[in-house]
C-alpha cells in the first residue's frame, strides 16, 4: 500500500479533525504507512490534533502555510487524502502538478455564504475531475454521485462493545444516578442550533417540573455566553475532551438545522447512549425509530420532548435494549472495521 498522508487546514478540534485523526489511527493499525499535515500552526499553538497523533504514535507536521514545505513533507508517489475545501484545493493543485495523487474529501453539508460559499463551490466544481470522497448522501449528490461515498465511522474499544444483558448490569442500571444527563455535543453556531436544545430544557422543565432530566452542553462557540444566561436551566461545560463525558451522558439530542451524519451521533452509540434526533442529512440511515433511538419530524419540540419523557420512563431492561441496538449499530455499521476495507479499495482502484 502506498504511503498515506491527511491533510487539512485547521484551527481547532471538530468534526473533521476528529474524523481525521479516527481515519489516521484506522490505516496505522493496519499498518499502513500513514501520516498528517496540518496547513499551518495558527496563533503559534499547537493544535489538538497533534496532541492525540502525538499519543497514538502517528507522525503530524505543519506545512506553514506554504506549498513548497507541504511538497516537501508530502512522501514520494504518496496519496494525498485531503479534507475540507481549502485543503483540498491545494491537493488538487499538486496532483495536477503530478507531485501525489489527491483524494479530496467533502465534508460542508452547509455550503455556507459569502466567500466561504464561492469556495466550496469551486471546490466541488473541480472534484469532478477527481475520484472524490463524501460524508454524506447530500454532499454525493451535489457531486454528482461521482467517487465515493463513505459512512462517518468511530473507532470501538472492547469497553465500549460489552454492554450485556448480563443479572449484574440489569442489577446496577436498576439503580440509576438520581438525575438523568441529556447532552448536547457540538459546536455553538446557528446549523448546530443549541438553542433549541436550550428551550428544550424550558419545555420539559415547565410541562414536568419534578422530571430528573438535566440538560448540558458540551461545546464552545460566540454565542455560548448569551445562551448560557438566557438559559439558567442548562449546564454549558464549553469545549471538552469528550471521552472523559461519555460516561455520564445518559442521552444525545441532536437539534441541527441540516447536518450530514455527525461524528457525536457515531461516538454516542458507540458507548451505549441513544440519540433523539430530528429527521434530517443522513440520520435516517443510522437512527431507527424506537428501536435504537428517536427520529423526531425536523424542529418538532413537542415530539423531542415526549420522546425524552418516554426515555425517562421506560423500565431499566427496555433501556438496556435500546443501548445495545445503538451500539450493535455501530459495531456492524460504522466502526473502523466495517469501513475501511472500502476506502482502501478506493484508494487502489481509483
Not at 504514535?57 to 508530502?74: D, M, R, S, T, W
Not at 491537493?91 to 460542508?108: C, D, I, Q, R, V
Not at 472523559?244 to 450530514?260: F, M, P, Q, R, Y
Request: charged share 20%.
Amino acid at each position: 500500500m502506498q504511503p498515506i498522508t491527511l491533510f487539512l487546514d485547521s484551527s481547532k478540534s471538530g468534526g473533521i479533525e476528529t474524523h481525521v485523526q479516527h481515519l489516521a489511527s484506522a490505516l496505522h493499525q493496519q499498518a499502513v504507512s500513514v501520516q498528517v499535515i496540518i496547513w499551518r500552526k495558527y496563533k503559534g499553538q499547537v493544535h489538538p490534533l497533534e496532541v492525540a497523533l502525538t499519543k497514538l504514535g502517528i507522525p503530524c507536521h505543519y506545512a506553514n502555510g506554504q506549498f513548497a514545505e507541504l511538497k516537501h513533507l508530502v512522501k514520494k508517489e504518496s496519496i494525498l487524502h485531503s479534507h475540507g475545501y481549502k485543503a483540498n484545493i491545494i491537493s488538487k493543485m499538486g496532483h495536477a502538478l503530478g507531485f501525489w495523487k489527491a483524494f479530496p474529501t467533502h465534508h460542508n453539508g452547509d455550503l455556507g455564504n459569502g466567500l466561504l460559499k464561492q469556495y466550496v463551490k469551486i471546490d466541488e466544481f473541480s472534484s469532478r475531475w477527481f475520484a472524490p470522497i463524501s460524508v454524506s448522501e447530500e454532499i454525493f449528490k451535489r457531486l454528482g454521485k461521482k467517487g465515493l461515498k463513505v459512512k462517518n465511522f468511530v473507532p470501538l474499544s472492547n469497553k465500549n462493545s460489552k454492554i450485556l444483558h448480563s443479572s449484574q448490569q440489569i442489577h446496577s442500571i436498576a439503580n440509576p444516578r438520581s438525575s438523568i444527563n441529556v447532552a448536547f455535543v457540538g459546536r455553538i453556531s446557528d446549523e448546530k442550533d443549541p438553542e433549541t436544545f436550550c428551550k428544550l430544557a424550558d419545555i420539559i422543565n415547565d410541562c414536568s417540573p419534578n422530571s430528573a432530566l438535566n440538560f448540558t452542553v458540551y461545546g464552545d462557540g460566540d454565542k455560548k455566553q448569551k445562551l448560557a444566561a438566557n438559559y439558567p436551566n442548562v449546564t454549558f461545560l464549553g469545549e471538552v475532551s469528550m471521552a472523559e463525558h461519555w460516561a455520564s451522558i445518559d442521552v444525545l439530542c441532536i437539534t441541527s438545522k441540516n447536518e450530514g451524519l455527525p461524528l457525536a451521533a457515531l461516538e454516542a452509540m458507540s458507548h451505549g447512549i441513544p440519540v433523539i434526533t430530528f429527521n434530517i442529512g443522513d440520520l435516517p440511515e443510522l437512527i431507527h425509530h424506537e428501536e435504537n433511538g428517536w427520529l423526531i419530524p425536523a424542529g418538532n419540540l413537542n415530539a423531542m420532548t415526549k420522546a425524552l419523557l418516554t426515555w425517562e420512563s421506560l423500565h431499566q431492561v427496555r433501556k438496556t435494549d435500546i443501548r445495545q441496538a445503538a451500539l450493535d449499530t455501530i459495531q456492524q455499521h460504522y466502526s473502523s472495521e466495517a469501513v475501511i476495507p472500502t476506502l482502501m479499495t478506493h484508494y487502489q482502484m481509483s
